[in-house]
């Protein structure tokens, strides 16, 4: 090896340490306000308790977020990636194969509850208007709904479904008795078991507009 790339590649390995470090405490940050915005929603949280929390100095957590909001947004778009990434990564061969992900998603919720009360209190909150995640909220629904009855109507155009199931109202009602059950185990988890009581939902549902009648495949236990 020649003293040239030595050369390049240390300073390509300290160019990186600082990066390194602040990616950390920023997902150390985003990782605390979870927490904040699940006890107190956005309104009552403080930057200053976050960062304290973390070890910083709100001056530091503001060079990685520059105010409540971006913080809140920042929160919001990171849970939403990971379960992207970590559930829909791949297209589905069928409905029943799209339920079964749900209720995998569902089943991970019940084991990330600080994740799972952040959401519930954040969705209540930004009915607002005038809240800084209403937008987020409503895009994120509109996208929602509309993935999910693209995938229903592809199950009634290859005959998985019946012809007359309506799609768009399906998959709302789908979305709704989620974040219903989602709600009821916030607020007791010991006596709500949310993935079994979304999958009897679900396996109705899919009897009921399924061409043959068929129940719902098991869940693959998750990592």
Request: proline share 4%; charged share 25%.
């Amino acid at each position: 090896m020649d003293r040239t790339n030595s050369r390049r590649q240390q300073t390509g390995t300290k160019a990186r340490g600082p990066y390194s470090v602040g990616d950390e405490r920023r997902r150390r940050i985003l990782d605390a306000a979870v927490e904040h915005f699940a006890q107190w929603g956005f309104h009552a949280s403080s930057l200053a308790r976050i960062a304290k929390e973390v070890g910083v100095t709100q001056s530091g957590l503001l060079h990685h977020f520059r105010s409540k909001e971006d913080l809140l947004v920042s929160v919001l778009e990171r849970s939403e990636e990971h379960d992207v990434e970590k559930f829909f990564r791949t297209d589905f061969d069928s409905a029943a194969h799209c339920f079964v992900r749900l209720l995998e998603l569902v089943d991970y919720n019940s084991r990330r509850p600080g994740r799972t009360r952040m959401f519930n209190v954040l969705v209540g909150e930004s009915s607002d208007p005038g809240h800084p995640a209403h937008a987020f909220f409503a895009r994120r629904y509109d996208t929602i709904v509309s993935q999910l009855s693209e995938i229903l109507r592809t199950a009634v155009g290859t005959g998985e479904f019946l012809p007359a199931t309506d799609c768009t109202a399906t998959a709302q009602e789908v979305i709704a008795v989620m974040d219903g059950i989602q709600l009821q185990w916030a607020l007791a988890p010991d006596s709500v078991e949310m993935a079994q009581r979304l999958r009897t939902y679900l396996d109705r549902l899919y009897r009921s507009v399924s061409t043959t009648g068929a129940t719902l495949p098991p869940t693959a236990p998750l990592g």
